[in-house]
């Protein structure tokens, strides 16, 4: 008896609402199918639609937790928690944008090299449509402004490019 009256709590009406509206289900087909579509595809960095469908279930999720019954304390230890991920979060994912610029200078000096690298190697192209893309795109990319990380502050590098992210 005591394990229906909890079933039947879970099955609340915000919750019922978002089952029958069939937004969980949408939710879990996309987390899904986004699964099945990168597996292949591993990076420490991965953004993709299926992001927003997380988002929506965590908020199901914490607006289920809040809307329980708790005491104060609870109520405000569930509320610091809360804020202590979210600023974690949002520093990790400013945190994409420096780490998007440093490897984007790097990329950018690999491509004044190239010609240069790909002839002592042996691997320079002998037909010459392919040099001269390979010429193009060095020049494209060169032409491209890009920020050198020696004038991003330094506590970014420390903050941002940590392995404890």
């Known amino acids: 008896m005591q394990m229906r009256k909890t079933l039947t709590n879970l099955w609340r009406k915000p919750l019922r609402l978002a089952l029958v509206n069939g937004d969980f289900i949408v939710c879990g087909a ?60 949002a ?29 002592k190697r042996g691997t320079w192209p002998s037909d010459d449509p392919t040099r001269r893309l390979v010429i193009t795109l060095r020049d494209e990319s060169l032409r491209k402004p890009v920020v050198n990380p020696w004038f991003i502050p330094r506590w970014a590098d420390r903050v941002f490019d940590g392995d404890y992210f």
């Not at 019954?69 to 609870?74: G, I, L, V």
């Not at 994912?93 to 010609?115: C, K, M």
């Open 30 to 89: 996309v987390l899904l199918v986004s699964a099945a579509a990168s597996f292949a595809y591993a990076k420490d960095e991965i953004m993709s639609a299926a992001g927003v469908f997380y988002a929506l279930a965590a908020f199901w999720a914490v607006r289920e937790l809040l809307t329980r019954d708790m005491r104060r304390a609870a109520a405000a230890l569930v509320g610091v928690l809360l804020l202590v991920a979210g600023s974690g979060w």
């Open 91 to 119: 520093v990790r994912t400013i945190g994409v944008t420096h780490v998007l610029r440093t490897q984007a200078f790097t990329v950018h000096n690999d491509w004044a090299e190239i010609p240069e690298a790909m002839e």
